[in-house]
């Protein structure tokens, strides 16, 4: 990870799958993700640039349900009448 352009610094390693959380991302600020193959980092596989923003009000996502889909679980997930909540 670069911040700003800065040298980079490692974020994470050894991962096969999953995530990993960034909360220290900061407004106004952009970091480079870049993901290497193995540890010599000679072989850049991906990357990509975040920019820090200020957050706004989360939007409703029961206002895209569609069809016959609405929230009825209260956990914010679009499902039919004749699905099982979990």
Do not use: K
């Not at 220290?24 to 000679?42: M, P, T, V």
């Not at 072989?43 to 820090?52: E, I, P, Q, W």
């Amino acid at each position: 990870m670069s911040m700003d352009g800065a040298p980079e610094s490692l974020f994470a390693s050894n991962y096969t799958s999953g995530c990993a959380s960034a909360p220290w991302i900061q407004i106004g600020h952009s970091y480079q993700f870049r993901l290497y193959a193995g540890s010599a980092h000679s072989t850049l596989l991906a990357s990509v640039t975040v920019t820090g923003v200020e957050s706004g009000p989360q939007p409703d996502p029961c206002e895209s349900c569609y069809g016959n889909t609405s929230c009825f679980c209260g956990d914010g997930v679009c499902r039919s009448p004749m699905e099982y909540c979990p």
